[in-house]
């Protein structure tokens, strides 16, 4: 699919269909499907409303933890994207709250059209445990993910180089992990045009 194809993909129709809170409740899976998953508050709606162009088709807030459920919205009927619960937010847990291991666990082991993950990092903290634990358990379920780093524009060009530098090293040691890191600002609009390529190349025809 061409650049200008991939814009007028995500810039088309886009609608919420389904908020899945239990892996028994998940839609049939028809279309071709990304997903959406990352640290609590880490810039996962903000992100998704700024590839599709709209200011409110995943709800964005301010406090961490406030996805309970996957949210799939049909782009253009021929991409499913699917916005996973927040991980992380437990406070007193020091690994993947346990709703986290149920609901997304069972779906990424369970979804045969899911293309790919979009593991979302926040760029201010590069690669937490978490994260690391989020990235173990994709390559256990051998679901192919690629790194996102979100919210470029809080960081000075020297910290930015350091940080991409880090996560791509970390994504080349995982076996799941695609060999290219993502770095985006929902903000200024920062590198979503290279996103939208790269997720359009898995939409139906």
């Known amino acids: 699919m061409s650049p200008d194809e991939a814009r007028k993909l995500f810039a088309g129709p886009c609608d919420f269909v389904w908020g899945a809170a239990s892996a028994d409740d ?6 071709p499907e990304v997903a959406f998953i990352g640290r609590s508050n880490v810039g996962k709606s903000s992100l998704l409303n700024a590839l599709t162009g709209r200011k409110s088709l995943a709800r964005v807030s301010n406090t961490p933890g406030r996805t309970r459920q996957i949210n799939f919205f049909d782009l253009g009927g021929r991409l499913m994207l699917a916005d996973l619960p927040g991980y992380g937010y437990a ?19 369970g979804r045969p059209n899911l293309k790919r993950v979009v593991l ?19 390559d256990l379920a051998a679901v192919s993910y690629v790194l996102a780093l979100t919210k470029i524009d809080e960081l000075k060009a020297g910290a930015f180089a ?5 996560v791509d090293a970390e994504a080349r040691r995982h076996p799941a992990a695609y060999p290219e890191v993502f770095a985006t ?3 200024k609009a920062k590198g979503l045009d290279a996103l939208k390529d790269h ?7």
């Open 199 to 205: 997720l359009a190349t898995l939409a139906a025809p």
């Open 91 to 109: 406070r007193a847990s020091k690994s993947l709250a346990e709703e986290w291991r149920t609901l997304i666990f069972a779906y990424l082991r």
């Open 185 to 187: 600002s929902a903000l």
């Open 162 to 166: 350091g940080v991409r530098d880090a």
């Open 26 to 31: 998940l839609p049939a899976p028809k279309l």
């Open 120 to 138: 979302l990092i926040d760029s201010r903290r590069a690669i937490m445990p978490m994260d690391r634990e989020a990235m173990a358990q994709l």
